[in-house]
């Protein structure tokens, strides 16, 4: 499922209990990984999906995954990295001495968000409950990824499947959007 | 809620996305200091808060973070155009007369 | 047990299922599949309330959401929702309703006595008596007028009720479920766009749940819907939403629904919202939303009993009630008459049919004589009896001078109505869209689309159901066209029967009767009156959207939509003015009433805004200490120990800082990475200090203006590389900074080479304060020297604490040695608890946000926002020398030499001591150079902080102040409601002044 596509990196967080479980929508806290804020030039890329090893996206909201490494489109000039958490000095080192000379901005963001992992036949139904975005796969296919509000905080969906959705928020941002998220959801629970 | 067209991610996209920046193409003199006193205060402050079609400042703040440019229509609040910032003011009569505005 | 106005058969109540209700005490019995109207009804009640403002008895008049009279209240686990209309309330097992506007009992009122002094209460009574003393206002006129008028009483207790949300996007939308709107959602739904089709009733259906002689494809009109619906729900394109109603049409074709989820219920599962509220948007909207009749404005037209014919016949179809024994139909026009008819089949007698027309069609006529039905043609009803339930009506003959000659009287206990049909146009005039006048058909249609839409069948007066099935499969399909480019062939319906009808009539009609003695409802709601609208036009109310506000005819909750057209006619008539030109009222929204707790939807309690939590917070609870709310923020406030106040709380923690040590919680403070190689060239033009200088490992204090010259930000900025930099911003600041820095960067200079990124999140902060900071940290810290000489004051180093990397910045906020420590943010309760621990040792506390804004009180430095207020320069708050003098420019420079800017008299900011040591000023209060200067005279300036200073063992206080730089050693005062407290102007920093002991 999810992992795969994510390259392995969006896990469920194992040593936390399933924030809810039901047959049609799961809300699971994603275990910690490494977070870098790529920020630069089209001129610098090549050279940083060379040192990240996997191509930085150009199109705009899409996504690039492959073994343990994530590329994530956020802007025309800003793209997030994802990586194992133990590799993030080995990565951020890379880039940087791949990139001396070219301008750009790395920094490390991994502790500013968290992420949790909506998935089931319900979960466009759920994010919709605070997220005017259209889910459909026509307009938002597997691989889209985009920062949105979810009622009043900031997040970032990243649809991993067709119905598997990463939804990250800065950390303390979390405890709102996952409430919200698992309130919203409770009325499929109702008779 | 307006719906709002963001041209780096190519996409429409509700307003609370969005942070509305004021009149478009007010550009920072490159040199305040040759500037008078008069023009200073234009460019603070002086907007032209027309009825009708306009150039204003869009950014996509919870989105790509980036600002852009769109024509509106303040009457029916139509937009008429998105540009990237950095492109040049389009000709705001001519956008109007096609739409017929 | 008996319903005695139920009919044998028919309808679509579930016969078998009977549910007991209570309406004011009284137990009822109804069906399932009633409405409380129709139930009510059945057990022969038609007085249901007291109107507005004569509060005289009132019936049932609708079978819809434009019900203006049967308002009632709805108790449900101990709490009551005011305001429902009966005609939407549908009936469950127990429920209990309530009338309202009545004291003490619906059938004895006493406010009934304003109908008899209703001559006091005419158009605009309320703008001519109210009017003096202004102050009358709160305390006499609105609490009576708020008491005697109005309608239900609102809940007393918290809503326990949960309200959800949905966004939703569609191809085309589709309002209403008549047989336009379910043709119209047919057609575009098998082209395989995505559609929603929602309709205020609890059935979708419409018109067609109440027609009786009338087919769809050879088969009864209900069974052709339930087919439909059977098919649509199959559909994964449709979103089928009954109880929804389309209540706002907003730009851009974002349109509201209000879905009730659970009022219809008798015990609702709590995890079930009671209302959805629906925010969609629709490529293509389809309005389907129907036409209503329209009242008969002749005098007593508001006796119960006295309803619309449409109502009736649905009644009597839909719900299977007869409204009355003895019914008389009065109508301009032909539909009326199928009321009749349905009536009479069964076995309820029509004591005649009265048509103000001299003559209705003869196959009408022909119908009604085969029945046995007594025709008056030509025909006006001029009156009614019976107190609180019409007994009789009186008949008024139209001659051909266009007077009213009497025609007798008829005994009837119902009387139905009908002027004619007004299409709904509300949604489309909330689209925006200008309606426009159709001669023809008497009513104001929609004219040109604005947005993305089309009305459809009878909400653009188009009638006949053959004709409204084809002109729904026809908007549909334009509709799925417009918005995908598909199309599809399909089988239409086709029908029978349901022709339609001609005929109607706007206004006040014409009678015999006394006309100052006898009134005539326009807008049964609010009590007006065909008079009232004309005395409005006698007043000199010529615009209808005066008269609408004058007369308050249109404001009650139905919009206008019952009473509009008849008081438009009637200012017509008195302005001479035809209709056109009198123009229509716009149509607001909400459509219908629209509760709050929809509005509110999931920000309420803990989720009316995101609480930000720092990872000291569950240390901080349980270690006792208190919050404070900074913007999002919750902050350690103070941390009171056994049997301490605040105040005492704060003056140990003040002390305990300033002797040994104190553990603070930073990390809400804004924090952004500037990275790239023009990283100092940006922050050289941002802020007003230079920065190109700054070694690497070093912090400077930074200022931040906007263009205008005046302070918007500050905090601490640390050189980590050479294109790097860590900048610290005010907590509430952090967001508006980084988007000041953004704006530039992207938009004046897109050519620099740097970007900023937010790490607000990424680290905790925790600062080590008081001159024990650096054997407090020593232990934990390793691959930096914390001698002074290696890092000294306003320093930055990368190091661990505890092996966990950190940013260790030497800088202090408090005057004292000061460190503060940034750890990745998952380690910020470990920094947190090590730290606490620690200090513990050497005899240190935990502060909070008000010992820090009592420590750098003492020492002067400023807090954006509290001391400035926007209109604040670096000059007038003392801190010239942050600004860089030989740099180009930066953001405000140019500003700041702004004529004004420089002028004399500007406010600065000062340090005032009470001579009194012990009074404490109050912050924000004014400064004036007299003692007690005279009423009127302007304040030279006001307190911005205010506090007790545990160091100094006294108040002090820092303010603005006229020129206040030059007035230091000068006697100011503070005048207060209890005398004038003299204050002596001095410096702002009142503790350790050449700073030595920042530097140890």
Redesign the interface.
């Known amino acids: 499922m999810s992992d795969v596509l994510a390259g392995g990196l969006i896990t469920p967080d194992a040593g936390e209990t399933p924030l809810l479980s039901l047959s049609s929508l799961s809300i699971l806290k994603a275990a910690p990984l490494a977070r870098l804020s790529f920020r630069a030039r089209e001129a610098s890329l090549g050279a940083a999906g060379t040192a990240f090893g996997l191509d930085l996206p150009v199109a705009p909201l899409s996504s690039n995954s492959a073994e343990k490494r994530a590329a994530l489109w956020m802007g025309p000039d800003e793209w997030t990295l994802l990586a194992p958490e133990d590799e993030l000095q080995a990565v951020f080192d890379a880039i940087e001495s791949a990139l001396s000379g070219h301008p750009h901005a790395l920094v490390d963001v991994s502790d500013r968000s968290e992420t949790v992992i909506v998935s089931g036949e319900q979960a466009v139904w759920l994010l919709n409950t605070g997220i005017f975005i259209d889910f459909s796969l026509e307009e938002f296919p597997v691989g889209t990824v985009t920062r949105t509000v979810f009622h009043k905080a900031p997040v970032m969906v990243w649809r991993l499947a067709e119905e598997t959705f990463a939804v990250e928020a800065w950390a303390t941002f979390m405890d709102y959007v996952s409430g919200l998220l698992v309130q919203s959801a409770k009325e499929l629970e109702a008779a | ?3 709002i067209y963001c041209p ?4 429409k ?2 307003e ?2 969005f ?1 509305c ?1 004021g009149e478009a193409h007010i ?3 490159s ?3 040759k ?1 008078t ?1 008069e023009d ?2 234009d ?2 402050y002086t907007r032209s808060n027309i009825k009708g079609v306009y150039a204003e ?1 869009w ?1 996509h ?7 852009f440019n769109a024509v509106r229509d303040t009457v ?2 139509d937009f008429l155009k998105f540009y990237k ?2 492109e040049p003011m389009p000709d705001l009569n001519a956008l109007a007369a096609e739409a017929g505005k | 047990m008996s319903q005695p106005f139920r009919t044998e058969k028919g309808g679509r109540i579930d016969r078998a299922e009977q549910l007991t209700f209570t309406f004011d005490g009284e137990e009822l019995h109804g069906h399932k599949g009633d409405t409380l109207a129709s139930a009510l009804l059945a057990n022969g009640i038609h007085l249901v309330g007291r109107s507005f403002k004569y509060h005289r008895p009132r019936g049932i008049v609708t079978a819809g959401s434009e019900e203006p009279n049967a308002l009632v209240g709805i108790y449900r686990n101990g709490d009551q929702t005011p305001n429902l209309r009966a005609t939407q309330v549908e009936l469950y097992q127990d429920l209990q309703a309530i009338s309202q506007n009545r004291f003490p009992s619906l059938g004895f009122d006493v406010g009934a006595v304003n109908d008899l002094l209703s001559p006091l209460f005419p158009a605009g009574f309320y703008y001519k008596t109210f009017m003096w003393p202004k102050s009358f206002w709160d305390r006499v006129y609105e609490p009576i007028i708020r008491s005697a008028a109005g309608l239900g009483r609102p809940p007393k207790n918290p809503d326990h009720d949960y309200y959800g949300n949905q966004y939703a996007h569609c191809d085309v939308l589709v309002v209403g479920s008549g047989p336009a709107g379910l043709a119209a959602t047919l057609a575009a739904a098998e082209t395989g766009a995505r559609v929603i089709l929602c309709d205020e009733q609890a059935e979708f259906g419409g018109s067609l749940l109440s027609v009786a002689s009338a087919s769809i494809d050879g088969k009864d009109p209900s069974i052709w819907v339930s087919e439909t619906i059977q098919k649509l729900s199959a559909m994964a394109n449709v979103t089928l939403l009954p109880r929804t109603t389309a209540f706002g049409y907003f730009a851009h074709n974002f349109i509201a629904l209000a879905e009730r989820v659970t009022e219809h219920l008798k015990d609702p599962d709590p995890k079930l919202p009671r209302e959805r509220l629906w925010q969609v948007r629709a490529r293509e909207v389809v309005i389907a939303a129907g036409a209503i009749e329209r009242p008969m404005a002749f005098p007593e037209n508001d006796r119960p009993g006295v309803m619309l014919a449409e109502a009736g016949r649905t009644y009597l179809n839909r719900y299977g009630v007869k409204v009355g024994h003895k019914v008389l139909v009065a109508t301009a026009c032909d539909t009326a008459w199928q009321a009749a008819f349905d009536l009479a089949d069964h076995g309820v007698e029509v004591v005649a049919i009265a048509d103000i027309r001299e003559t209705p069609p003869d196959n009408l006529i022909s119908i009604a004589k085969a029945r046995g039905i007594r025709v008056e043609a030509g025909c006006v009803v001029t009156g009614t009896l019976g107190r609180k339930r019409v007994k009789a009506a009186l008949l008024g003959r139209l001659m051909t001078s266009g007077q009213v000659a009497s025609g007798g009287q008829v005994e009837c206990d119902a009387l139905l109505m009908s002027a004619g049909w007004t299409p709904t146009v509300s949604l489309y005039s909330q689209s925006r869209g200008k309606v426009v006048w159709d001669a023809e058909k008497g009513a104001y249609v929609p004219g040109k689309p604005v947005q993305k839409e089309r009305s459809t069948g009878a909400s653009k007066g188009l009638y006949g159901l053959q004709a409204t099935l084809e002109d729904g499969y026809a908007a549909g399909e334009e509709a799925a066209r417009a918005a995908t480019g598909k199309t599809a062939t399909f089988t239409r319906a086709t029908a029978s029967g349901g022709e339609a009808g001609n005929g109607g009539t706007l206004g006040a009609l014409p009678h015999d009767r006394d006309a100052s003695r006898v009134k005539a409802f326009v807008d049964y709601q609010n009590d007006v009156t065909a008079k009232d609208v004309k005395l409005a036009v006698r007043e000199g109310m010529h615009s209808i959207e005066h008269i609408k506000r004058y007369t308050t005819t249109g404001m009650a909750t139905d919009q206008g939509r019952l009473s509009n057209m008849n008081a438009l006619q009637i200012a017509s008539g008195s302005l001479e003015r035809p209709m056109p030109e009198v123009g229509l009222t716009t149509f607001r929204q909400p459509y219908t009433p629209t509760t709050f707790g929809l509005f509110a939807g999931v920000a309420r309690g803990d989720f009316f805004d995101p609480v930000r939590k720092t990872p000291s917070h569950d240390w901080v609870v349980g270690n006792g200490g208190v919050f404070e709310d900074v913007s999002q923020w919750k902050r350690a406030w103070y941390f009171p120990k056994t049997g301490e106040d605040m105040h005492a709380a704060v003056a140990r923690e003040c002390k305990t800082v300033r002797e040994s040590v104190g553990l603070f919680d930073a990390s809400t403070l804004g924090k952004i990475e500037v990275v790239g190689p023009d990283a100092a060239e940006f922050l050289e033009r941002m802020y007003t200090n230079p920065w190109k200088k700054l070694a690497p490992g070093r912090c400077r204090y930074g200022l931040l203006l906007n263009d205008a010259g005046f302070i918007t930000d500050d905090g601490v900025i640390g050189r980590l590389a050479e294109d790097r930099f860590h900048v610290t911003t005010t907590t509430g600041g952090a967001p508006s900074v980084f988007a000041t820095m953004e704006d530039y960067l992207q938009t004046e200079w897109p050519d620099l080479d740097v970007w900023i990124t937010s790490t607000t999140e990424q680290y905790a902060v925790a600062a080590v304060q008081g001159p024990k900071a650096r054997e407090v940290i020593a232990p934990f810290i390793e691959g930096v020297d914390l001698s002074a000489e290696a890092l000294p004051h306003m320093s930055v180093k990368e190091a661990t604490f505890c092996g966990v990397p950190c940013r260790l910045f030497r800088i202090s906020f408090t005057g004292e040695l000061g460190f503060e420590i940034n750890v990745p943010r998952r380690h910020g309760r470990m920094l947190w608890e090590t730290l606490a621990a620690e200090i513990e040792k050497h005899g240190g506390t935990p502060y909070g946000t008000e010992s820090m804004h009592v420590l750098r009180a003492e020492k002067g430095y400023i807090i954006v926002g509290q001391d400035t207020d926007g209109t604040v320069t670096p000059h007038d708050a003392g801190m010239s020398w942050a600004i860089g003098k030989k740099k180009f420019d930066f953001v405000g420079k140019r500003g700041l030499e702004r004529p004004d800017l420089i002028a004399e008299n500007r406010k600065q900011f000062v340090g005032l001591l009470t001579k009194d040591p012990k009074v404490k000023l109050e912050e924000g209060a004014q400064i004036t150079t007299a003692e007690t200067p005279a009423t009127g005279t302007p304040a030279e300036g006001h307190v911005t902080s205010s506090y007790y200073s545990p160091a100094l063992d006294r108040t002090i206080a820092l303010a603005v102040v006229k020129n206040g730089h030059a007035l230091e050693g000068q006697t100011l005062y503070v005048p207060m409601p209890d005398g004038s407290i003299p204050v002596e102007v001095t410096g702002t920093v009142f503790y350790d002044k050449e700073g030595a002991r920042l530097n140890v």
């Open positions: 809620m307006l719906l780096y991610c190519q996409v996209r509700a609370t996305e942070h920046g550009a920072r003199p040199d305040p200091s500037t006193d200073w205060v460019f603070l400042r950014r703040i919870h989105g790509c973070g980036r600002f029916s609040d910032a950095g």
